[in-house]
Every structure is written in C-alpha cells, then in structure tokens.
C-alpha cells in the first residue's frame, strides 16, 4: 500500500505563491492534485503522466499553477502562483497504481493523501 504525504500549505495573501509537495511511500504512475472547499464537490486541479511529458490542468488554474514530479523522489509538486481566494481548500494529491497517462476524475486514483490547508486572503 502507498501511502501520500502533502505538505506546503498554508495561508497567503491573494496574488501570493504556494508550493506543495506530496511524497510517496512507493512508486506510482500517474499522479494528480484535487481540492474540496467546504461543503462542496472534489475538484480536479491538474496531473501528471508517470514521465512528466503529458500534463493537465484545470481551467480555473491554467497559466497560474504548474504541476511536475522527481520520480527518484517518489515527489510530486504543484507550484501556485497568482493565488485567488478562490483557491482556497483543501488540497488532496493522489496515486494510480494502473495508468501512467494522467486522468481528472478522483475514481481513476488508488492512493490518497490527508490534504494540506491552503488559505487564500483577499
């Protein structure tokens, strides 16, 4: 079983920069960030193919955030820049343990971290 542990969170002001991590306890293919405020739906954010060369993002974070991977790390990163109070959430890094090639919907995922809290003041 892999186990994922995010880290970087924290509270920043709008326009500000975040960088989080989520190390794994094993390899995996690929890899994927989600967040979930309060009271609303898990939402897909961007992933990663196992090698790096494909990668996805959501609209909402296109051109501001950007998503990479040290597989000799068993690491992967999501850079956050130009924050927006609507970023704010709890953010989820996700395995699959069966695909290399990235997908957006939480069911592809086998492997999922805690979260880490990112707060985002306007």
């Known amino acids: 079983q892999v186990q994922l542990v995010e880290s970087g969170g924290g509270l920043v002001q709008a326009g500000g920069s975040l960088r989080l991590s989520c190390a794994a306890s094993?390899?995996?293919?690929?890899m994927g960030w989600f967040r979930q405020a309060p009271g609303q739906e898990r939402e897909f954010v961007a992933a990663?193919?196992?090698?790096?060369?494909?990668?996805t993002y959501a609209d909402s974070v296109k051109g501001r955030f950007a998503i990479s991977r040290d597989n000799a790390k068993n690491t992967v990163y999501l850079q956050m820049n130009s924050l927006k109070p609507e970023d704010t959430a709890v953010y989820y890094c996700?395995?699959?343990?069966?695909?290399?090639?990235?997908?957006?919907?939480?069911?592809?995922?086998?492997?999922w971290g805690q979260g880490t809290q990112v707060t985002v003041s306007s």
């Open positions: 996700a395995g699959d343990r069966d695909n290399t090639y990235p997908r957006t919907i939480p069911e592809a995922y086998d492997y």
């Open positions: 094993g390899r995996t293919y690929a």
């Open positions: 990663i193919s196992w090698s790096g060369g494909s990668i």
